[in-house]
């Protein structure tokens, strides 16, 4: 159990090397596109592509001087873990529930409005995370959003998402 | 003297019972944003930012909006020593040299004397970069109201030269980061010939990528994810600050004013050239330990450490508006943050804007020195209050900092395109930040973006492709000169150090690369 907690998912320098690929294929997209609306000299002056290819041909550059430092790495810098199983554990206990929690808010089938699926995380958290008490999650995670609401549509006047149960109390 | 005329308009305009409410509204609302993980000076000022659009539409209301959000900008400065002190977690990049002495402070039971110092040199660094504004940034203006195109892109170029130069880590992945910022800036249509650039088709991608949904999502959610990385949890010293603590140390505090004066001239140098408050901070903090007397007790917890760092951070966030609204060149993130602001309500930053928006500028100027003299009593009065904030579980504060996020977000530009969007910065500026690759740089590439474009197409036009333009006269080569100097800078430093390993001896160990 302590084992799988410490495993290291990536060394530094697997992620490293990673990025900097990333990075190549976006600078070798942004020169070709641009290559294709004109990265030359036209009668009227430079075209439109003509800045952004050399954007393009700068993030090539440098992805590759950072792929190259990468592979370089000795065994204790480049071998050290990018992030602990347990670390990313945690990380994703907050990354995946907000993807879910914005879905909610609005997706092809269905939106919930902001405020119904933001209570709902905030008592998520609590719930799951903090072991709080029903009565505790509710009062926090629905006064909070009532505090918003009260801020954003009838204070400052900012309309944000709504769904079925603001429209059930008049607001739509 | 003409800035001082100024300047006591400028009292007027500012010292409405409306604009005083928005400053003090403004500091407690920065404070708290600086205390609370994941929310910062940058991020804290987007997310609020759309709720001033329909006041700055009312006459007289972009002076209230700016007041209301450099305000915002004083508190989270202020704010960020609150946490270093008590918690030792440095509430923004600026304060971590704060929590070398702070947190031994406040271990001691000096948490008071160390709250006040920092709070004091806070006070008396943004007093002088407030003061270098007032008198040098009319010079600036009226110096810069004969810049043309090419003037305009050597500044530019200075001022993302200036990052790679300064950058600590690889300037390699800087350019990578800046060169990304470029890029997003550049998707949509152009407003030159009107093509459609990188949008591959997408419409969603049409109106191109804003660079308030970047910085919330990077400095947001990455940091959010980065905090519960490491599993964090408070546990922090009690603030105590009574009257009798505060006197205690402001008689203690002249003493060291060679160290104040020093780290407010390295924080206003700092704060002008971009490169920002953080390093500022670190240099000044390096600085005092080398000439004070007591240089080997630092980090053990001594005042003198708490003042250095502190007055550099201040003085530096403060100047780094002077760039901004002389020359539409911001030196930090939260900088571009207003001056994307600006935008948005319809006013030009640069050299125009103290001639056509008079009172503006000098409206907001005097609600620096109002803003910073709110700023210190707040948050001597209430540093027990805002510390009670950081007891809140994590379980509670990470998800409504979530929300907070996701609705700032939307109302950017009312699009939940700008939500997913949040979300996919906030992971890439996990890794990121995980990998050393910094943001500042990017964040201010997609703000500068389009005006470097055309300040370089224009001067290309002017030149038929020339590109010795950029050195046709004194100013403009010479500003491209030592744009290109910092540029080369870590190649040069390393030259340097490299003859000198092998005239003195000692041999230095090699930079990491």
Redesign the interface.
Known sequence: MEQSETRAVGS?RL??SL?ALA?LV??A??MW??WR?GAR?AED????????FY??V??VV??L??LY?ALKMGPEEGGAP??EWG??K??L???IP??I??AL??NPWFSLG?YVP?AL??A???RI??K?GWLKVAA?SIG?MVA?FVM?EIW??????KGPLEAAFGFA | MHEIESLIGGFQVALSWFNLMLMFAGIILGVIIGVLPGLGGANGVAILLPLTFSMAQQPGGQTSAIILLSCIYWGALFGGAITSILFNIPGEPWSVATTFDGYPLGQKGRAGAALTAAFTSSFFGALVGVLLITFLSPIVARFALRFGPPEFFSVYLLTFCAFVGMSKGSPFKTIASMMLGFALAAVGIDTVTGQLRLTFGLTILLKGFDFLIAVIGLFGIGEILLTIEEGLEFRGARAKLNMKVVIQTWKELPRYWKTSLRSAAVGCLMGIVPGGATPASFMSYGLAKKMSRDGEKFGTGVVEGVVAPETAAHAAGTSALLPMITLGVPGSPTAAVLLGGLLIWGLQPGPLLFTEKADFVWGLIASMYLGNIAGLIVVLTCVPLFAAILRVPFSIIAPVILVICAIGAYTVHNAMFDVWLMLAFGAMGYVFKKLDYPMAPMVLALVLGDNAENGFRQSMLMSAGDMRIFFSNSLVGGITTLALLLLFWPAISRLIALARGKSEGPHLPAGPD
């Open positions: 530094v992620w490293e990025v990075f976006f600078g997209v942004v596109d641009s609306i000299w002056g430079p075209q439109a592509g003509y800045f952004p954007i393009g700068f993030i440098s992805a001087v950072i430092t990018f992030v670390q990313l945690l990380v206990a907050i990354m907000s993807v929690y914005v808010i609005d902001i933001s995380f905030i998520a958290f609590m995370l903090g709080y926090v909070v918003f954003f400052f006047q900012v309309p944000l998402p």
